[in-house]
């Protein structure tokens, strides 16, 4: 089993940062190797890949439309994905979902269907 809470939504104006954690609770000894994905849902969109690391090298990959403006990170002590949000732009404003599963190894997926563990959620809101 692994639970997933995100932390650090709010609102924030455009241009400014902001940073999400997902902490995971988990009874798994495999937690180490797998796969925690940032996704975000704005109203009336689907659900959309954000940025993902691999636990066990560190690998990340990050959607083409935060590329240069977030990063994703991971604290092993803590078993904390962290996700830096800069240069926010209005277009960001979303609920951010923290997905976690074990992929095959290197496989950071960007589809929402592969991965079995999902934190509640966490607004952030961007304005102008």
């Known amino acids: 089993q692994v639970q997933l809470v995100e932390s650090g939504g709010g609102l924030v104006q455009a241009g400014g940062s902001m940073r999400l954690s997902c902490v995971a609770s988990?009874?798994?000894?495999?937690?180490?190797?797998?796969?925690v994905a940032w996704f975000r849902q704005a109203p009336g969109k689907e659900r959309e890949f954000v940025a993902g690391?691999?636990?066990?090298?560190?690998?990340?990959h990050e959607a083409d439309s935060v590329k240069g403006r977030f990063t994703i990170s991971r604290d092993a002590a803590s078993n904390t994905v962290k996700l830096q949000m800069n240069s926010l732009k209005l277009e960001d404003t979303a609920v951010y979902y923290c997905?976690?599963?074990?992929?095959?190894?290197?496989?950071?997926?960007?589809?929402?269907?592969?991965?079995?563990?999902w934190g509640q959620g966490t607004q952030v809101t961007v304005s102008s």
């Open positions: 997905a976690a599963d074990l992929l095959r190894v290197g496989v950071i997926s960007t589809s929402a269907l592969v991965y079995g563990y």
């Open positions: 988990s009874s798994v000894r495999t937690y180490s190797s797998y796969t």
């Open positions: 690391i691999q636990l066990s090298t560190g690998s990340t």
